[in-house]
């Protein structure tokens, strides 16, 4: 088992900055990925980015291309999710999940973080 908790959400305005966490214990040699995803209210889960656990390759989606980063930090099993240039539109609950192999869809995913609020204020 794998335990993963996220933290670092909270009230920034337009254009800001946020850095979220993963915190990833248990298992952690078993972590192949670690993909963020969001949820908006009234919205479906979307994914964010991936990276895999070694740090070595990432990708994104299209709408965070260029302001968002991940990256992993091996000493501490954690995984940073580096938000820049942060848009109202932003604003979800922030998730935070690890897969044992390739992962695309949530579904692939089998452990997941408790969420963290990011909201962005106009």
């Known amino acids: 088992q794998v335990q993963l908790v996220n933290s670092g959400g909270r009230l920034v305005q337009t254009g800001g900055s946020l850095r979220l966490s993963c915190a990833a214990s248990?298992?952690?040699?078993?972590?192949?990925?670690v993909g963020w995803f969001r949820q908006a209210p009234g919205k479906e889960r979307e994914f964010v980015g991936a990276?895999?656990?070694?740090?070595?390759?990432?990708h994104y989606a299209d709408f965070v291309k260029g302001r968002f980063t991940a990256s992993t930090d091996s000493a501490k099993d954690t995984v940073y999710l580096q938000m820049n240039s942060l848009k109202p539109e932003d604003t979800a609950v922030y998730y935070c999940a690890a897969a044992r192999g390739a992962a695309e869809r949530p579904a692939d995913y089998d452990y997941w973080g408790q969420g963290t609020q990011v909201t962005v204020s106009s």
């Open positions: 248990g298992r952690t040699f078993s972590i192949y990925s």
């Open positions: 990276i895999t656990w070694s740090g070595g390759r990432s």
